[in-house]
């Protein structure tokens, strides 16, 4: 792996990860979400899109190493990533969004030459972004007070 896919790709999942990582363990969950039925919809819609790019990158790593190029390997740590970020962005949907969403911005930045519709682009960012933006709001929408006295 070189240290320009690292910084490209691979830190700024990292950091989304450890951020919210820290918010869930000072905070824990948030419950609200399971309490409104909009935010929970949008909620799994985000984590169905994350899983959808977990699926591509274990089909684009394992395709890799079966060639014979290690370098596969690399879209194992990216998977890992997604996995975590995913896990904790569904305990803590609105902190995770904003991680995802911020994560996702910063790949698409460091994509040389990036067009809206360039591979790169759809399989590292999309993905990430449009989760981020369906899980912040779920996030928001669990917020809003129901109304009442």
Known sequence: MCYAE??????????AL???????????????????RPARWLRM??????IGQVAVLALFGLGEIAAGDW???VHGLQLALTVGLAVVAFSRPLEGGLALLAASLAVAAALPGLRLTSPAALILAAPQGIAGLLLFLAGRLAGRPTGGV
């Open 45 to 50: 819609a985000g984590l169905l899109l994350l």
């Open 18 to 36: 450890i951020g919210v990582v820290w918010i869930v363990l000072r905070r824990g969950r948030d419950e609200r979400v399971a309490a409104s």
């Open 71 to 73: 370098s596969g390997a």
């Open 6 to 15: 690292f910084r490209m790709i691979l830190l700024p999942n990292l950091l």
